[in-house]
């Protein structure tokens, strides 16, 4: 897959429209930041660093949110998502919720310290 527009039409229907989303929000929030495939999957970087990504896994949905600082301050907000050093997984679409989401992308944006 060359384009996030590829790799949309590849993932799975149940998957695709939370998907779509996430991509809306990364393209709303992270002005500046530019939008391509990264590791083989849809990722946001800023000075050619990538900062946000997501992919679709069998066994759950990712979400990488890189700086740790972010991270860090939303942990709480992160419910029953599964947390790791830069990846949160949510086992169900519908477990995402786009208010936090949009919370980590809009401090990823402010956020001028190093990725982790």
Known sequence: ????????????????EILTRLRDECRIRLSGHAEGMYYG????????????A?????????VYILKAEVLDAHRDRLGAASVGKGCIRYRRPE?????V????????????APIC
């Open 1 to 16: 897959m060359t384009t996030v527009d590829d790799y949309l039409a590849e993932v799975p229907q149940g998957r695709r």
């Open 41 to 52: 999957m849809p990722g946001y970087a800023r000075d050619d660093v990538v900062e946000v």
């Open 54 to 62: 997501f992919a679709s896994q069998k066994q759950y949905i990712s």
């Open 95 to 99: 477990a995402i919720d786009l208010e």
């Open 101 to 112: 989401i949009g919370s980590l992308l809009d401090a990823t944006h402010n956020s001028r």
